[in-house]
């Protein structure tokens, strides 16, 4: 098992930035891909980004490509996801979750993630 708790979330405007973090513990985070997601009321929980245990690549969400940048450190079994250029569309819990195993294709699914924090609320105002 892994616990994940995130914290980092808060209000900021258009155009500010925030960074995300995930506290994991339990099971060697190491061994463990992490991703964001989020969800916004009234709407589904979508993928933002991932980073594999290696670190060696990352996948964004074309939302926020150019945007956001996740990363990790594997010896404070830490992940973080930091966001710049907010917009109020951004507006959302963001989870960060841990999963074992995915491929190319399904990284982007939150079926594929074993573990899940409680969320943090970001609030962006225009």
């Known amino acids: 098992q892994v616990q994940l708790v995130e914290s980092g979330g808060g209000l900021v405007q258009a155009g500010g930035s925030l960074r995300l973090s995930c506290a994991a513990s339990g099971r060697t985070f190491s061994n463990v891909a992490m991703g964001w997601f989020r969800q916004a009321p009234g709407k589904e929980r979508e993928f933002v980004a991932t980073i594999p245990w290696s670190g060696t690549v990352t996948y964004y969400a074309d939302s926020v490509k150019g945007r956001f940048t996740i990363s990790r450190d594997n010896g404070k079994n830490m992940g973080y996801l930091q966001m710049n250029s907010l917009k109020p569309e951004d507006t959302a819990i963001y989870y960060c979750?841990?999963?074992?195993?995915?491929?190319?294709?399904?990284?982007?699914?939150?079926?594929?993630?074993?573990?899940w924090g409680q969320g943090t609320q970001v609030t962006v105002s225009s």
């Open positions: 979750a841990g999963a074992r195993y995915y491929t190319r294709t399904t990284y982007s699914a939150p079926s594929e993630y074993e573990y």
